[in-house]
């Protein structure tokens, strides 16, 4: 085989065989790894293992990305504060009178966990055992129930603070700051896109979204309401505000709110009598394990994506699809399905460092705003939590799910959700001010 033909191919066997592996079950962080460095010393001889710790190195030097284990230890100290609790039973009663008002709380609360702790896997698990046997008390059906728990419990992907948004923005070089206020607009829009179709629901399929009963109301009224309300919400907004109006403000850069977070969940966890040496410990032993986990597969991506640049396969791709006759706007439509494809086999952390790394370049060279850019793939990456067969928050809600709620009732009651993502994803692509109109009025 002619050798210059061979070096143009690499790039695509390379990709072939670290999907292949992918598929036969090994593990994301080591193949990424293991795949980088075979084809780094079959193209460039050991010199290769010169190159890869100035790389790490670099990585390791990343200040913004010492916000990732902050963020993810204020999510777990938060799942152990008892916080969700209130913030359920409190929304429960006070959106109880209306037809589907338990899953507007599950929303509701959602949104406010999502501000507040970002962890998606926390959040589906805590909403999964305290709100889904209630509903399925209350007479909805388990498709409803599954499908509004799994899809709020994914809020957090996109409504800051947020782990993806942190990685995007190392990624895409897009500020933290501009990102998280660029995704307000668009969680909020998913918010509304929810409530909207349980409103729909208890229209065309009442039965299914039942109120609740009356006596059950009975004391949730008046003064005592109002009080239970304000102690609810209060302290998670406050936390969201410390964190997120230290950042718009420009008191702190988004690591260093991300420690005052960090901070400000402990204090709630002591708040509300829940912190004891266990709850730390099961914090420090969770935030090290989630965060080496992130970071070994960013060390693998990162020696994927030197081989794979160094055989020129990132120009390689470029030309391909600029070659195709689809424009921008169709680029666009492609790098965004490949991407929502990836979400049915591939957890969002893998997609962020195999494809975004290589389809966000190409988008940029059209000229697009990164900061819109990274809001739709971040939209476009929460669906990978709702795209059978692993979607990883359907598998937290089937281990808490009681016996008579089937992996089918699952995923019936997601298609509603992912089909209101692709709309969201829609609307966020003709409409690029929902995602700059803010970052434009404060940091412009």
Known sequence: ????????????????????????????????????????????????????????????????????????????????????????????????????????????????????????????????????????????????????????????????????????????????????????????????????????????????????PAHELANFKGKVAVMRVVKAIIPPVVLMLSVLGSIFAGIASPTEAAAVGALGATILTIFYGKFSFATLNYVMQGTTFLTCMVFIILFGATAFGLVFRGMDGDVFLRNLITTLPFGRDGILILTMFIIFTAGFFLDFIEITFIHVPVLAPIMLSYGVDPLWLAILIAVNLQTSFLTPPFGFSLFYLKGVAPPNVTTGHIYKGIIPYVVLQLIAILTVAIFPQLVTYLPNIVFK
């Open 1 to 212: 085989m002619d050798m210059s033909v061979l070096h143009t191919a690499m790039p695509g066997i390379m990709f072939l065989f670290l999907f292949a592996i992918l598929l036969g079950g090994y593990p994301v962080a080591f193949t990424l790894g293991g795949v980088g460095f075979i084809f780094g010393v079959l193209s460039f001889g050991f010199d290769f293992f010169q190159l890869i710790p100035l790389r790490f190195w670099g990585q390791m030097e990343n200040f913004t990305l010492i916000a990732v284990p902050l963020f993810i230890y204020m999510g777990l100290m938060l799942e152990k504060s008892g916080i969700a609790e209130e913030l359920l039973e409190t929304m429960a009663l006070l959106f109880g009178k209306v037809r589907g008002g338990l899953a507007i709380s599950v929303i509701v609360v959602g949104a406010l966990l999502a501000a507040s702790t970002g962890i998606v896997g926390a959040t589906v698990v805590t909403m999964g055992l305290l709100s889904l046997p209630t509903m399925l008390h209350r007479g909805y059906s388990p498709e409803t129930a599954t499908g509004v728990i799994a899809a709020s419990g994914t809020l957090g992907q996109i409504i800051p603070p947020s782990i993806v948004l942190v990685l995007l923005g190392t990624i895409i070089n897009v500020p933290i700051g501009d990102l998280f206020l660029g995704a307000i607009i668009p969680g909020s829009l998913l918010v509304f896109l929810y409530m909207v179709w349980i409103l729909i629901l208890a229209i065309i399929k009442p039965e299914s979204v039942p109120a609740m």
